[in-house]
T-cell receptor
Framework: EIVLTQSPVTLSLSPGERATLSCRAS??????LAWYQQKPGQAPRLLIY???NRATGIPARFSGSGSGTDFTLTISSLEPGDFAVYYC?????????FGPGTKVDIK | EVQLLESGGDLVQPGGSLRLSCAAS????????MSWVRQAPGKGLEWVSH????????YYADSVKGRFTISRDNSKNTLFLQMNSLRAEDTAVYYC???????????WGQGTLITVSS
């Protein structure tokens, strides 16, 4: 099973600041990585797929990078609606696995 | 507009059974793999099971293998999860999710809550 590790656990930032979230895989997953945003009481929403492609309707301030084992989600300038939990997920192998999440909260 | 609507969530005793359904609309259901993903209260996301577009192949997390069965009815655009021998640790919100591309999920339902407790 591919294990995904996310860091930091919590990121405390102010609106307008840049957020950098990390996801590391226990073995190479090429670019088979997605990022999701989840707000309290809501279903996850796909942000990034194939490591660096924005999903439909996702603002350009969200960007993804990386391949192999190390991946990054960057939010260039945080808006109030961006404070949420972010999960990475690998689609390389079965079982599919998610990272434990990074919570981005307001400083 | 893609819609996924789960149903079947309930309070069930340990050892009991439950069947979840997910009604899909707004896309060609029979062309896409579908998964169930769960989230225990206050916890992260856990992938549970996947069925390919035709239903011919299925995959399970070790935590549910042998107890849960995923299936689909492409004539009714519906995904199912039969859950047997339920345990307290199965308590979670269960989401159905539409598979796409290289193993990611582009649409999710709103979730249905399963509580396993005596």
């Amino acid at each position: 099973e591919i294990v995904l590790t996310q860091s930091p656990v919590t990121l405390s930032l102010s609106p307008g600041e840049r957020a950098t979230l990390s996801c590391r895989a226990s073995q190479s997953i090429s670019s088979y990585l997605a990022w999701y945003q989840q707000k309290p009481g809501q279903a996850p929403r796909l942000l990034i797929y194939d490591a660096s492609n924005r999903a439909t309707g996702i603002p350009a301030r969200f960007s993804g990078s990386g391949s192999g084992t190390d991946f990054t989600l960057t939010i260039s300038s945080l808006e109030p609606g961006d404070f949420a939990v972010y999960y990475c997920q690998q689609g390389r192998n079965w079982p599919r696995t998610f990272g434990p999440g990074t919570k981005v909260d307001i400083k | 507009e893609v819609q996924l609507l789960e149903s079947g969530g309930d309070l069930v005793q340990p050892g009991g059974s439950l069947r979840l359904s997910c009604a899909a609309s707004g896309f060609t259901f029979s062309s896409y793999g579908m998964s169930w993903v769960r989230q225990a209260p206050g916890k992260g996301l856990e992938w549970v099971s996947h069925v390919t577009f035709s239903g011919s192949n299925t995959y399970y997390a070790d935590s549910v293998k042998g107890r849960f069965t995923i299936s689909r009815d492409n004539s009714k655009n519906t995904l199912f999860l039969q859950m047997n021998s339920l345990r307290a640790e199965d308590t979670a919100v269960y989401y159905c999710a539409k598979g796409s591309g290289n193993g990611w999920y582009d649409y999710w339902g709103q979730g249905t809550l399963i509580t396993v407790s005596s």
